[in-house]
């Protein structure tokens, strides 16, 4: 098992920071303002030759309530239990502050291996706050730059003694190892299908606006508080990705922060937020829209199921708070014939009714997700594909501008994820927009492809064949020899 290292301090010392560069990547949000971050985000870390899990967490306040300051501390409390070792970083500028010394004293109490870092050492201004922390009484400070990457030597000293402690200690006690057969079929003349595999797990991204229950719903999937939740809207702010074992099936599901109307987006870290969501709605393959039951297609709603149909992932409506619901059948109703109006793009898409609170209704989530992740990675073969493109031509003629027929020549599948199939035919320019809506219905009736996106192209007969336009060029004593030419 990784050795697990949680990265602790009050807020805006940095920890971010340090995360992203342990990780080496830019996956937590950075922002001058303090209590950017809210949840938990695990990475995989390398320094050196060093490789560990890194944790970054909430910054620790003094409460210990119901609020959202309170909730937050928990939220850290646990990544400490969980932890092998911690990392309390203080901010050297400012110095050990009344807050640093009671989460020192803390931290001496919750985990054996602590060690003590000074962020912010650039410059004289930082030696007094280095020196206070000695009286932390958690041994000597390392001086770090998390910014500037100072300092990391002598902090991968004292991890490669940790990590090698923990890992003999594993050797000790080894984890039972499982092992799983993977039966592959062969090829056959059937519409193929993909499934998830332990080594490539299913990317499902949750969106939705703020306050629909994203995070909630993740924690009922997960069986535990993992995710920071609340009345209060707008509580995520990073785009969280979780490892996990849904019903059997090996998933990666990303938390994301609510999606509010571009206009009401003003500031800086809502915008960074935002622009975190649509990036795991591009790294994902099935995207679940959540709405709330009790106002659901808001114009926000329908402006997200179309970014996730344009960005060509398989989508998945699931309605929340279905529990406070009293009359679900008549509600149920208006549902779908508001869904068919509005959103006809994902003609045949899942509409789910759910309840994060209580969990009811997330077996039939998962069986959809599977289901519109499968179509979305389906392949028709190609003789199949132009024995039905036959037919519906014989169906519905294709349309002759200008009194010429367009002939349909030839269609295969060109890829998957989503299913884009290119048809060869003469004037492809002249194509109307109807007949190419005709075929894709045609597609999603005829061959099980309800709701995910579908891509088609028209290719003239000449486009395969990319150096027929260009002239083959003369040389130039040829040239002088033949003279200019007559045309």
Not at 76 to 97: K, P
């Amino acid at each position: 098992m990784s050795f697990k290292l949680a990265i602790v301090g009050r807020p805006n010392v940095g920890k971010s920071t340090l995360f992203n560069r342990f990780v080496g990547k830019r996956l937590a949000l950075v922002d001058d303002q303090p209590g950017v971050t809210r949840d938990l985000r695990e990475g995989a870390a390398r320094l050196g030759h060093l490789n560990f899990t890194v944790i970054d967490t909430a910054g620790l306040e003094d409460a210990t309530d119901d609020s959202l300051e309170g909730r937050m501390r928990r939220l850290t409390e646990r990544a400490v239990g969980m932890a092998d070792a911690c990392l309390f970083m203080i901010d050297a500028r400012a110095g050990v502050t009344p807050l640093d010394q009671t989460f020192a004293s803390i931290l001496r109490k919750k985990n054996a291996h602590v060690i003590l870092v000074a962020n912010k050492v650039e410059g004289r201004a930082a030696e007094g706050g280095l020196l206070e922390a000695y009286g932390l009484g958690l041994g000597e400070p390392l001086a770090v730059s998390a910014e500037h990457g100072e300092g990391f030597a002598e902090l991968a000293v004292v991890l490669d003694e940790l990590i090698a402690a923990h890992e003999a200690q594993a050797e000790m006690d080894p984890d039972p190892v499982v092992e799983v057969d993977v039966e592959t079929d062969g090829e056959d003349e059937d519409v193929v299908d993909w499934a998830p595999s332990e080594k490539r797990p299913l990317q499902i991204a949750v969106v939705g606006r703020p306050n629909a229950g994203k995070s909630t719903l993740i924690n009922q999937i997960l069986g535990e508080d993992r995710l920071l939740t609340g009345p209060e809207a707008g509580i995520t702010r990073d785009a969280i990705s979780l490892n996990l074992a849904w019903n059997e099936t090996p998933v990666r599901i990303f938390d994301t922060a609510g999606m509010r109307k571009k206009a009401k987006v003003q500031e800086k870290l809502e915008k960074l937020s935002v622009s975190d969501g649509l990036r795991a709605v591009k790294f994902a393959e099935v995207v679940v829209v959540l709405l709330d039951a009790a106002i659901p297609f808001e114009q926000q709603d329908l402006r997200i199921a179309d970014l996730a149909e344009r960005e060509g992932r398989a989508v998945v409506v699931a309605v929340n708070k279905w529990d406070l619901e009293d009359e679900k059948q008549a509600k149920l109703a208006g549902l779908k014939e508001a869904f068919a109006r509005l959103l006809p793009q994902l003609k045949g898409a899942p509409l789910i009714t759910v309840s994060a609170k209580t969990g009811r209704g997330l077996d039939r989530l998962h069986e959809a997700i599977l289901k519109s992740h499968a179509v979305w990675n389906r392949r028709v073969p190609t003789a199949q594909l132009n024995r039905w493109l036959e037919g519906m031509m014989q169906a519905h003629p294709p349309p002759a501008p200008g009194g010429r027929r367009i002939k349909l020549r030839y269609m295969t599948q060109a890829k998957t994820r989503p299913p884009g199939f290119a048809v060869m035919c003469s004037y492809p320019e002249k194509m109307s927009d109807a007949y190419s809506r005709y075929l894709v219905n045609g597609l999603r009736e005829d061959f099980d492809m309800p709701g995910t996106p579908i891509r088609l192209w028209m290719r003239g007969q000449g486009e395969a064949n990319p150096f027929k336009a260009k002239k083959k060029s003369t040389p130039s004593r040829l040239r002088k020899h033949l003279g200019k030419p007559k045309f």
